[in-house]
């Protein structure tokens, strides 16, 4: 599986962005596919994940309720819209996929995007 992810930017705070991967693959039925973030000097954290075949989400503390992750399985992407922007969630942040169930360690992702950038303005 190949991973594009794109739609960093800088943004306000308070404000939205929409970060977009594709994903190339035969097919993803049973992949899970997720979001994270890696702040400066900080470990990579996760941040939502959404189950491929079925479309079950989840999110961390941080994301619920103000990020959306979501699929499109005629396009194969999977998107995050990410509102209520804080200076907190600046970072770069990372697509990835991996066959089987749902984890929030980012040992667990077999496949990686080549990261977008956030930052979020005081």
């Known amino acids: 599986v190949q991973l594009q992810a794109s739609g960093g930017g800088l943004v306000q705070t308070g404000g939205s962005l929409r970060l977009s991967c594709a994903a190339s693959a035969r097919t993803l039925s049973t992949y899970v596919m997720a979001w994270f973030r890696q702040a400066p000097e900080k470990e990579r954290q996760f941040v939502a994940a959404v189950n491929w075949n079925d479309g079950t989400t989840y999110y961390s503390d941080s994301a619920q309720g103000r990020f959306t992750i979501s699929r499109d399985t005629a396009k194969n992407t999977v998107s995050l819209q990410m509102n209520s922007l804080k200076p907190e969630d600046t970072a770069v942040y990372y697509c990835?996929?991996?066959?089987?169930?749902?984890?929030?360690?980012?040992?667990?992702?077999?496949?990686w995007g080549q990261g977008t950038l956030v930052t979020v303005s005081s």
């Open positions: 990835a996929a991996e066959r089987g169930f749902y984890t929030r360690s980012p040992n667990n992702y077999g496949y």
